[in-house]
């Protein structure tokens, strides 16, 4: 990993004004009873997200099975925070307490000379508890890019999160959702880096690693990362990133009649309605555990899942589809979560999704490229050559 990282990085660091920005993705490889949590704790995060009233989105989700984070710098000197991206949400925040026991990088306002006080309290009741803190200012490096005197949220009181996030392996979130769910009405990441005038071009794109890690990067898209044209489709609300669903196909079996999908990098896995994915189960053969996590009999011959978006195909075959394995039983990357009006009924296409279509997240016209995603030769056979 270290040398594919360290080439991206010296790509980087060689580029002037009106560059791309790469940030490095780590990837965490889970156990199989952590992907049965990650099923688990998918859900809960949606189930979260939808318990919060009214207008008010709950953003401090459970990722703590969150696969993919990289790092930036708050304050200055900068201070190093492992963040996941997270196109579910929109807001920064990040730790300014350690939990009893974690090893969480935190931030510490007193050591930073670009600090500014901003007060207004930041609190959101989730599952366990609650989650708080304050709205500062200061200054935010995501890669060679500086955002000057961003408003985010230090969180101090974190027990909501629960145990997970005192084992995980990241410090906070960066949201790269749209402003309509950014809590506290606060300007988005996406937002500030696109005003900061450096990026060539407002858009980001994600290349998830399946066996290695990842790539996301600003202002540009990684021709080594995809291969054919980009397919387009225009955002049918900005809030999450959302998009209309012309229709989901087992085999050639119509098997959803909702319209409507977002595509979130913080979620690991492939989520649709609660009925739409038992249906899907059942003809998989699938067996369903604790009542969310599905297994299949690993040699069983399953058939493709297609998502059809903007007239075009997505197809998931056999391998996509599965997460884990232990034994002759595979974890299906599928659940069921049923996302009320008036954002839902929708899919939610994460990781599993993120991993074979590499996706354009078209800021400046609102739209979503999809292109087929191009997986690096594995990390044995680059250090070889
Ligand atoms: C705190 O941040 C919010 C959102 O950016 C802003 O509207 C407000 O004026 C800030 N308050 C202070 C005291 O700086």
Request: net charge neutral.
């Amino acid at each position: 990993m270290s040398r594919v990282i360290r080439s991206v990085v010296a790509a980087a660091s060689t580029v002037a004004v009106a560059a791309v920005i790469r940030v490095p993705l780590q990837k965490r490889e889970l156990s199989f009873e952590e992907t049965l949590d990650s099923v688990n704790m998918g859900v809960q995060k949606w189930e979260a997200r939808l318990a919060a009233r009214g207008d008010d989105p709950v953003i401090i989700d459970d990722y703590m099975n969150a696969q993919y984070f990289g790092e930036i710098e708050v304050g200055t000197p900068g201070q190093k925070e492992m963040v996941v991206f997270d196109t579910g949400s929109s807001n920064l925040w990040v730790p300014n307490h350690k939990p009893f026991l974690s090893s969480h990088n935190i931030y510490d306002h007193s050591k930073s000379s670009t600090y500014k006080k901003n007060g207004t309290t930041f609190a959101i009741q989730y599952g366990s508890g609650p989650v708080s803190g304050v709205f500062s200012a200061d200054d935010v490096a995501i890669g060679d890019l500086k955002l000057k005197d961003y408003t985010f949220a230090e969180v101090d009181k974190t027990s909501g999160l629960g145990i997970g996030y005192i084992l995980g392996k990241f410090d906070g979130i960066l949201g790269l959702g749209w402003d309509s769910i950014s809590v506290g009405h606060v300007k988005t990441p996406m937002k500030a880096l696109v005003e900061s005038g450096k990026l060539p071009k407002p858009i980001f794109a994600f290349y998830l690693g399946n066996n290695q890690p990842g790539e996301l990067l600003f202002g540009g898209v990684d021709p080594k990362h995809y291969s054919g044209d980009f397919s387009f489709v225009p955002l049918s609300s900005a809030t999450y990133w959302q998009i209309k669903l012309d229709a989901v196909k087992l085999g050639s079996d119509s098997v959803s009649s909702v319209k409507s999908a977002i595509v979130d990098s913080g979620t690991s896995l492939l989520a649709g309605p609660k009925d739409d994915v038992a249906k899907i189960a059942a003809k998989l053969g699938a067996k369903s555990i604790l009542g969310k996590e599905y297994v299949v009999d690993c040699s069983a011959k399953l058939p493709d899942l297609t998502f059809t978006l903007g007239g075009k195909d997505y197809t998931l075959s056999q391998p996509d589809l599965i997460l884990q394995q232990s034994g002759s039983q595979c974890i299906l990357g599928l659940t069921g979560i049923d996302v009320p009006a008036p954002r839902g009924p929708l899919w939610i296409l994460g990781d599993v999704f993120m991993r074979k279509y590499y996706v354009q997240f078209d800021w400046g016209q609102q739209r979503l490229g999809f292109a087929k995603a191009v997986q690096a030769a594995s990390e044995a056979s680059v250090l070889m050559v």
